[in-house]
């Protein structure tokens, strides 16, 4: 009985995580209308940021109780399964164009991102300094990728995404910050409750936190990102289906993990360089390949990227 309420009460923080996450994204693309950013940017920046913020969530809320294996897992299995199920799944539906100035600033920014963190994990721990210099990294990132997109506003590709009538209509800044605050309580909230419930779930089954970081939480915190990047892929904006990716991938390890490093360092199993960082760091060079390619990810690439993360999947539990 107490397996079956867990199992309920997982599900209902990740319900509230979603809903939460959706109006995170509505009140983003509204900010990059009042603000004059280009959808590049919206999708790096902005929508990154709210499909990312129940990793966030998941991620503090996990380091403030010491449950640093789902903390870490749930931020690598995110970013593998943004690359591999994400976005495969969205080329499966739509061939996705790429914008070509993503190459020169966002793409080295997210394989600059995961050499670091194979770089800061060498000592097998994440400390507060190292948090540190992960955030620093964020700063930088945003810095330039808003420089970029002040330079290259143009509102034909998100006049196609679908506001919410009322945020469509008004104008007021701080309405649309009063959502992003209720939606981060929401966040918040939905994440305490697939933390506390996923743990007991864990040791119910006999399953590692760690595990569970990496499949589990990280699939169901990476819904957002898939119905924000399937949602700009139907509506024919790929600026912000591929940049919501990209940026995602780079927030959840600079900003994420430089937040949860600093609330609590992370000690790191060695075991860790023997599957899940490299498959990262593959994943991450091959998107670099597959978008540079006709700068499009076709049908059969997504299929592979797909197919790709259910080996990983296979691999993990076969290692465990």
């Known amino acids: ?41 919206i999708g790096l920046i902005l929508v990154a940021f ?40 969205c080329a499966l539906f739509r061939p996705l164009g790429v914008n070509k100035s993503i190459f020169k600033r966002e793409m080295p920014m997210m394989l ?14 994440i400390s507060r300094i190292d948090g540190i210099i992960l955030l620093a990294g964020f700063v930088a990132f945003c810095i330039i990728a808003y420089t970029g997109g002040k330079k290259s506003f143009d ?14 209509k008004s104008a007021s800044t701080p309405l649309v910050l009063i959502i992003i ?12 409750l697939m933390v506390n419930s996923g743990v007991l779930l864990a040791a119910a089954f006999g399953i590692s936190p760690w595990v569970v970081g990496l499949t589990v939480f990280a699939i169901g915190t990476s819904l957002p990102e898939l119905s924000a990047s399937l949602t700009a ?31 609590r360092p992370i000690t790191i199993s060695a075991e860790i360089f023997s599957l899940e960082l490299p498959v990262l760091l593959i994943y991450s060079l091959a998107i670099l390949v597959v978008m540079r390619t006709g700068f499009k990810i076709t049908r059969w690439e997504g299929g592979a990227l797909l197919l790709g993360y259910v080996g990983f999947l296979a691999a993990l539990f076969l290692k465990r």
């Open 112 to 125: 600059a991102s995961v050499l670091l963190l194979f770089i800061l994990s060498a000592d097998l721990c």
């Open 50 to 89: 709210g499909t990312s913020v129940p990793e966030a969530g998941v991620g503090i809320v996990a380091a403030i109780r010491n449950y640093r294996g789902v903390a870490l897992g749930n931020i690598i299995g995110s970013n593998i399964a943004n690359i591999g199920l994400i976005l495969g799944i």
């Open 155 to 168: 509102t034909s590709e998100i006049d196609n995404f679908k506001l919410k009538s009322f945020l469509k």
């Open 233 to 263: 892929a139907f509506k024919k904006v790929p600026s912000i289906s591929v940049g919501n990716i990209v940026g995602s991938n780079i927030f959840n390890i600079l900003f994420i993990l430089g937040v949860v490093a600093l609330v």
């Open 1 to 41: 009985m107490e397996v079956i309420s867990n199992f309920i009460i997982f599900f209902v923080g990740l319900l509230i995580l979603i809903f939460s996450s959706g109006w995170m994204i509505q009140a983003s693309v509204k900010v990059s209308y009042l603000f004059r950013l280009s959808p590049l940017f």
């Open 181 to 192: 605050l209720l939606s981060l309580l929401g966040v918040f909230w939905g994440a305490n």
